[in-house]
């Protein structure tokens, strides 16, 4: 059967073309309560509503209460077994991918914004989330990621399968070396294996500051922290180091002593922690350059608070240096870097793209603010930028 295109007089083609631009520009701003409730919905939490939710919701946004009515798509499990789950998951693996298992990395994060716990923690605090202990799950292991795979397979609903824990008394570590989801299980399997756990501090800053080291190198900070396994003439040309090798090292090094007592034990399968003992890691490759640092103990400095990545906006309020993970991830997640981290993540989650322009970036800039004077508390956030972009 053959199909012809139907044919219009020419007379009508500037009449058809006009009504549909009319119809494409003026569509989300002509979209009324009911289409911007279910289009919340869907961006919220990932799935349409039923018609007893839509209904509330759309009896919010008519009444100006478009806040709530973001807040009762986040009553949806699918909020944290969807949403939350993909936004996370990537943080937890190298490869940055999110068809990771689920993993204790992520599930706290899901139980901190749960709970409204503030975001600012995520990197320090002493917080572990575990299945409740009455779904029958395989016990929390710190060699195993059977009990959150169980989870998984399951399909627990995560918005209340889940329950604070303190993550020293669960994996057995000191209270001072319990850094938030830096020193969960999944991370250590993916960022202090092998290596010189440089990984952990760079994919950390990657994640939650949402800056890879090549976009924030600074060559002028002081080298005098650099390791040994850092050659200072790569390929026999020193002014590879100076403009290159520098601008990372420079910065990083001093940070990552942070992790001097942390190692990934590979044939345990858990995270390992020698307080006092700095790893052997930490100087391997000494022969590189032997005038290089040899790191003494896990001391960390921020030698970015001055030069150029003093625009990440460091709190001065700290001390700008300390002992161990758990402080470290306090200046980190102090910072305006990572705040605005967050909320651009959450923004393109519920717009579905990045913010594109001024009014966009005004927006941004709002919640941010409003984010860090509101406990970071990330459910906030969902609710504003769903409010911003429901009629987009």
């Known amino acids: 059967m053959e199909f012809r295109r139907a044919r219009l007089p020419n007379a009508m083609h500037g009449t058809v073309l006009l009504l549909a631009a009319t119809v494409l520009l003026a569509g989300p701003a002509l979209a009324g309560p009911r289409e911007q409730a279910r289009r919340m919905h869907d961006r919220i939490a990932g799935v349409p509503p039923d018609a007893a939710v839509l209904d509330a919701m759309e009896a919010d946004i008519a009444a100006g209460r478009a806040a709530a009515a973001a807040e009762r798509a986040m009553e949806s499990p699918y909020f944290y077994s969807v949403t939350l789950r993909n936004l996370a998951t990537p943080w937890t693996n190298r490869d940055r991918s999110v068809f990771a298992p689920l993993n204790d990395y992520t599930a706290t994060f899901i139980g901190m914004v749960r709970d409204d716990l503030a975001m600012s923690e995520l990197l320090s605090a002493d917080v572990l989330y575990v299945g409740r202990a009455t779904l029958g799950l395989p016990p929390v292991s710190a060699a195993s990621n059977e009990h959150y795979a169980e989870l998984e397979r399951r399909h627990i609903d995560l918005r209340d399968g889940l329950e604070r824990r303190m993550q020293s008394q669960v994996y057995g570590l000191p209270p001072q070396a319990a850094a938030g989801v830096m020193t969960t299980r999944a991370a250590a399997e993916a960022f202090f294996v092998a290596g010189t756990n440089r990984a952990m501090f760079r994919f950390t800053v990657l994640n939650h500051l949402c800056h890879d080291l090549e976009q924030i190198q600074d060559s002028s900070r002081p080298t005098d922290r650099i390791r040994q396994d850092v050659s200072r003439s790569p390929g026999g040309d020193s002014r590879l180091f100076i403009n290159n090798c520098v601008g990372c090292h420079a910065g990083m090094d001093p940070m990552a002593q942070a992790f001097a007592y942390y190692d990934w034990d590979a044939a345990q399968g858990r995270l390992v922690y020698t307080e ?31 030069g150029q990545n003093a625009l990440l906006g460091w709190d001065p309020a700290l001390p700008g240096s300390g ?13 305006n870097a990572f705040a605005s981290c967050q909320v651009e993540k959450v923004f393109e ?44």
Not at 283 to 292: K, L
């Open 323 to 335: 002992a161990g993970a758990k402080s470290l991830g306090a200046e980190l997640g102090a910072s």
């Open 349 to 392: 989650a519920v717009c579905l793209r990045p913010p594109t322009d001024a009014a966009d970036r005004a927006q941004v800039a709002s919640m941010v603010d409003s984010f860090r004077g509101n406990g970071y508390r990330l459910k906030r956030v969902f609710a504003e930028s769903a409010t911003y972009c429901m009629g987009q």
């Open 276 to 306: 006092g003992a700095v790893r052997p890691k930490y100087f391997i490759n000494a022969e590189t350059f032997r005038p290089g640092f040899v790191t003494p103990d896990d001391r960390w400095d921020n030698y970015w608070r001055r």
